[in-house]
């Protein structure tokens, strides 16, 4: 829905890598881009960041989930999780051997604390000027798609030419008669 479009139109590349790198850890983009896109909305931080900490996590480094409004500590094999919910401190515990659930329980925690963040900033000014921003790059791109396409059809029929005018000297033949025959 509205999650996944706003967020693949404001960060595209970013998008990408980020798809790349939790399909590498066996996680659903599908699945997470939401939770994503809206804690890094809610928490100023780019979709990248917010990747690496749930990848972090999920290989027992909790170090980045900090920033993200979630402290881990770890007593034994249990991993406590603990963040601030309407005024008050919540603690889940799990076991920190079990990705599954660190991962789940992470997105559990950022959709509840998080959801609809992607959707609200967009209807902030500065939301709105990002959106703005993006519409006009992504016309001047499709605009001067032509113009590039041409380009690379010129450049290529260059690089063909100086290739034959090169091979006809590597033959031995004159620069002007090289010239004459790699038109």
Avoid: C, H
Avoid at 88 to 98: C, G, H, L, P, R
Avoid at 120 to 134: A, E, I, P, V
């Amino acid at each position: 829905g509205f999650r996944r479009v706003s967020l693949a139109a404001r960060e595209f590349p970013e998008l990408v890598q980020a798809s790349t790198n939790l399909e590498a850890f066996g996680m659903k983009t599908e699945d997470w881009i939401g939770t994503i896109g809206d804690t890094a909305s809610a928490m100023g931080k780019s979709v990248d960041q917010v990747t690496q900490a749930v990848l972090d996590a999920s290989s027992g480094q909790y170090e980045r989930l900090k920033e993200l409004g979630v402290n881990a500590s770890v007593e034994g094999d249990k991993l406590k999780l603990s963040y601030m919910e309407n005024g008050k401190q919540i603690t889940e515990t799990v076991d920190k051997t079990n990705k599954e659930v660190i991962q789940s329980t992470l997105q559990s925690i950022w959709n509840r604390k998080y959801e609809g963040a992607m959707k609200k900033q967009s209807r902030t000014f500065n939301g709105m000027l990002s959106t703005f921003k993006d519409n006009v790059k992504m016309s001047m791109a499709a605009a001067t798609k032509p113009i590039f396409n041409f380009a690379k059809d010129g450049l290529d029929a260059a690089n063909r030419l100086f290739t034959r005018f090169n091979d006809k000297r590597a033959m031995g033949l004159g620069v002007w008669q090289s010239a004459m025959s790699a038109l």
